[in-house]
Nanobody, 122 residues
Framework: VQLQAFGGGLVQVGDSLRLSCRAS????????VGWFRQAPGKEREFVGA??????EAYYEDSVKGRFTLSRDNDQLTLQMNSLKPEDTAIYYCAATTLSATYPRRTYEYDFWGQGTQVTVSS
């Protein structure tokens, strides 16, 4: 599957932003699909994903209650509310055929989209 990410931008603290990840070839139907982010000088970290078995969403603790994932067969949407400066990063969507282990590590994901920049200004 090939992934394309959309929707980054520059926002103010407390604003909302929506990111989309679309399958340009194939569908998401048998993939766990998620988002990672990488801030300058830091390692890429897990944000959240939707498990393809049952469609359950799971999140990194720092975004719980602020970020919400939704998906259909061709698109994964990350709704980000109450944005903070520490949310500033390049956001990457990723896909894996893993499901039962609720993958959260970069090496567990086989397919990556290009990054999209999110900047939260104070």
């Amino acid at each position: 599957v090939q992934l394309q990410a959309f929707g980054g931008g520059l926002v103010q603290v407390g604003d909302s932003l929506r990111l989309s990840c679309r399958a340009s070839e194939g569908t998401f139907s048998t993939y766990t699909v998620g988002w990672f982010r990488q801030a300058p000088g830091k390692e890429r970290e897990f944000v959240g994903a939707v498990n393809w078995v049952g469609g359950e969403a799971y999140y990194e603790d720092s975004v719980k209650g602020r970020f919400t994932l939704s998906r259909d067969n061709d698109q994964l949407t990350l709704q980000m509310n109450s944005l903070k400066p520490e949310d500033t990063a390049i956001y990457y969507c990723a896909a894996t055929t893993l499901s039962a282990t609720y993958p959260r590590r970069t090496y567990e994901y086989d397919f990556w989209g290009q990054g999209t920049q999110v900047t939260v200004s104070s």
